[in-house]
């Protein structure tokens, strides 16, 4: 897959993203693989929490973040099911990056069960105006089930409470990532 493509549909989430965050907000990194979208939400927020199953995602993240000196981030190796275990103040945005660890094991995926409910702690928490943003890789197996699932649940909000956004690059091969977002209106 084109490398550029990935990294422009992460500045797009991020450019997205930022409209939802201040320096007073609290973020959630549901999958914080190797730190990226985890350091640059220290930057931008009060209070981050990081979480990923992979203890060497966990351990990258760690270590970016101390090399980088903020101080603002709770690093949690656990799945991103138990938020609602870890976080009971409101959230203002929540970022998933679905698929497996970049450089890691292709083996060890996120899993539709877990990030379903992962989602529906999100709304429990996500602040009026909050956003939570989704990049979906489906280019393998799992993904694609998981990118499947992901959808019929946004299509299943409540439109009087929830926008949904679902970005798909109509023009581009290999199952290009995708945006997910889901805003709360009320």
Known sequence: MNTNILKNTTELAKALCERYIDEDSIAVDGTCGNGNDTLWLAGKCKKVYAFDIQKAATDATSEVLMQAGFENVKVINDTHEKIAEYVAEPVNLFM???GYLPGGDKHITTD???????????????????????????G??????????????????????YHCIHTDM???????PEILLVTCKR
């Not at 539709?112 to 996500?126: K, M, R, V, W």
């Not at 393998?140 to 409470?161: F, I, S």
Request: aromatic share 6%; hydrophobic share 45%; with cysteine.
């Open 96 to 98: 998933f990056n679905l």
């Open 112 to 138: 539709s069960a877990a990030t379903l409910q992962a989602l529906d702690a999100a709304l429990e928490i996500l602040k009026v105006d909050g956003l939570i943003c989704v990049i979906m890789y489906w």
């Open 140 to 161: 393998h197996p799992q993904g694609t089930e998981e990118r499947k699932a992901v959808l019929a649940w946004a299509a299943g909000l409540d439109k009087g409470k």
């Open 170 to 176: 109509i023009n581009q091969p290999n199952c290009p």
